[in-house]
C-alpha cells in the first residue's frame, strides 16, 4: 500500500540520518567551519539575537547537536532561565553537553525525537531548531509538537539551509555537489556523509514553503530573513 510504502520510506530516512550523523560528529565543528567559511557562526549569531531571550526564559534547543545555539541561549538566560539542549542523536548531544561544560554551563541534556517532544504543553518561552529540521522525516508532526510545547506568545525560531538568489543557483550546485563531497574524503574521510548533505537541501522546502509550512503548524506572525543571499534562511513565529 502507499501508507506501507511510506513507512520503509521513512524508517529509512531516520537510519540514513542516524549513520549520518554517528559518522560526522567527531568532526563535525571543523567541517562546520570549513564548509561555510565560518559563516554558520554569523547566522548563529543572528538567530540569537533574534531570540530575544530574557533571564529566567525557558528555552528549547532541539536537534541541538554542537550545542552552538544552546551555548548563547544559556548566556542570555541567566541562573534563572533553564536551557534544554535536545537531539535525537547521542553522539552529537555528548558534544553539545562537553562544550557548553567546557564554557561552565550545566544544562539538561534529552535524547529525543523532535516528533515527539518529552514535555507538557505551553512550557517554553522559546524554541529553536538550527540546520535540524531538513534531517526530520515529517517536519509537520515536528512543527506540531514545536507549538504545543511554546508557552501563548512564545517564539519559534528556525535556522535552516535555503534557496539560494536564483543568479547564483548553478555555481552553488557546482560547489555543493563536487566541493563538498570532495571536503568530507579530506577532512572526515567520508565523503557520502556530505553528497546527502548536498541532497537534503536541494530536497528541503524554499523559504516560501517553510512560511507555509509553519502557518499551518499554527504560527502567527510568521516571516523569515534571508541569509547570504539565501543560502540560509532564519524563519520565525509566535504560538497564538
Ligand atoms: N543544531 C546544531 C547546529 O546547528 O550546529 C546541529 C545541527 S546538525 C546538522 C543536525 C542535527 O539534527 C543532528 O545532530 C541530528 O542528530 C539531529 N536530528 C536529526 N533528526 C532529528 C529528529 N527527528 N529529532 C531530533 N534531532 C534530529
Redesign the pocket.
Known amino acids: 500500500t502507499h501508507f506501507g510504502y511510506r513507512q520503509i520510506d521513512e524508517q529509512e530516512k531516520?537510519e540514513k540520518?542516524?549513520g549520518v550523523?554517528n559518522r560526522v560528529a567527531r568532526r563535525?565543528d571543523l567541517m562546520?567551519d570549513l564548509m561555510s567559511a565560518g559563516l554558520?557562526r554569523a547566522w548563529?549569531a543572528f538567530a540569537a539575537t533574534q531570540a530575544a531571550i530574557r533571564k529566567g526564559f525557558k528555552v528549547l534547543?532541539?536537534?541541538?547537536?554542537?550545542?552552538?545555539?544552546a551555548l548563547s541561549f544559556a548566556r542570555q538566560a541567566g541562573d534563572t532561565g533553564q536551557v534544554w539542549l535536545?537531539?535525537?542523536?547521542e553522539s552529537?548531544?555528548r558534544l553539545?553537553r562537553d562544550k557548553l561544560l567546557n564554557q561552565g554551563y550545566l544544562v539538561p541534556v534529552v535524547t529525543?525525537?523532535?516528533?515527539q517532544l518529552p514535555f507538557p504543553d505551553n512550557y517554553f518561552d522559546r524554541v529553536s531548531?538550527?540546520?535540524?529540521l531538513r534531517?526530520?522525516?515529517r517536519k509537520e508532526v515536528?512543527l506540531s509538537e514545536m507549538n504545543r510545547v511554546l508557552k501563548p506568545g512564545g517564539k519559534l525560531l528556525i535556522?535552516e539551509f535555503s534557496r539560494i538568489w536564483k543568479p547564483l543557483q548553478s555555481l552553488y550546485d557546482r560547489y555543493s555537489f563536487s566541493v563538498l563531497p570532495w571536503l568530507g574524503r579530506q577532512v572526515a574521510q567520508d565523503a557520502d556523509s556530505y553528497r546527502y548533505l548536498a541532497e537534503s537541501i536541494r530536497m528541503h522546502p524554499d523559504q516560501e514553503s517553510l512560511l507555509q509550512m509553519l502557518q499551518e503548524a499554527g504560527f502567527v506572525g510568521v516571516k523569515y530573513f534571508n541569509l547570504t543571499a539565501g543560502v540560509a534562511a532564519l524563519h520565525t513565529g509566535l504560538k497564538l
Open positions: 531516520a540520518v542516524a550523523f563535525y562546520n554558520h548563529k534547543d532541539i536537534a541541538g547537536g554542537t550545542g552552538d545555539l535536545t537531539d535525537i542523536n552529537m548531544l553539545g529525543c525525537d523532535a516528533e531548531v538550527s540546520f535540524g534531517n526530520m522525516t515536528a535556522l
